[in-house]
T-cell receptor
Framework: DAGITQSPRHKVTETGTPVTLRCHQTENHRYMYWYRQDPGHGLRLIHYSYGVKDTDKGEVSDGYSVSRSKTEDFLLTLESATSSQTSVYFC???????????FGPGTRLTVT | KNEVEQSPQNLTAQEGEFITINCSYS?????LHWLQQHPGGGIVSLFM???GKKKHGRLIATINIQEKHSSLHITASHPRDSAVYICAARGAGNMLTFGGGTRLMVKP
């Protein structure tokens, strides 16, 4: 298994509070991705990174920001959480942009 | 925007049956991925293919580029194959567009 961890694995937070999810990899892969998974929508790309300090928006980036200050860490921040951001969040990594992606275990976030 | 459709959405089979899950997409792609999501939520990459057929154990994935269609077959199905199977099409900018998944239950 690719060495990818996500923290926390579960979080309950209140509307309006900031939340940061962390993805950590030990594979030294250049590309990292944040997805959210919701019933009826499948997996959707939030943001991705193609190197340290290099990030770009995905399909559903509104309300989210990311940072990557080290190869191994990719942070997803919800500046002011809303109930619509209740979801399961998956991090993924890949060595090449056209290569296989390896997924982390997921973080279940509930915004009340 | 690529539209990726999977069928069926839900599938129940008896142990030993041959299973087929279908995936169709609307726009030309560079590759098609098949993923398996375990009941506990973890996602595992099964195949990445751009043409023809790939086989791994009891799993076979095929793709027809002209028809914009891919299939995942499971031979001699087993209860441990119970999972959600997801296809994803790699399109412009190497971005993946995911299907909604097929929930498979294999009964003993």
């Amino acid at each position: 298994d690719a060495g990818i961890t996500q923290s926390p694995r579960h979080k309950v937070t209140e509307t309006g509070t900031p939340v940061t999810l962390r993805c950590h990899q030990t594979e030294n892969h250049r590309y990292m991705y944040w997805y959210r998974q919701d019933p009826g929508h499948g997996l959707r790309l939030i943001h991705y990174s193609y190197g340290v300090k290099d990030t770009d928006k995905g399909e559903v980036s509104d309300g989210y920001s990311v940072s990557r200050s080290k190869t191994e860490d990719f942070l997803l921040t919800l500046e002011s959480a809303t109930s619509s951001q209740t979801s399961v969040y998956f991090c993924a990594i890949s060595e090449e942009p056209s290569g296989e992606q390896y997924f982390g275990p997921g973080t279940r976030l509930t915004v009340t | 925007k690529n539209e990726v459709e999977q069928s069926p959405q839900n599938l129940t089979a008896q142990e030993g049956e041959f299973i087929t899950i279908n995936c169709s997409y609307s726009v030309g792609i560079s590759a098609l991925h098949w993923l398996q999501q375990h009941p506990g939520g973890g996602i595992v990459s099964l195949f990445m293919l751009s043409s023809g057929k790939k086989k791994h154990g009891r799993l076979i994935a095929t793709i027809n580029i002209q028809e914009k269609h891919s299939s995942l077959h499971i031979t001699a199905s087993h209860p441990r194959d119970s999972a959600v199977y997801i296809c994803a099409a790699r399109g412009a900018g190497n971005m993946l567009t995911f299907g909604g998944g097929t929930r498979l239950m294999v009964k003993p």
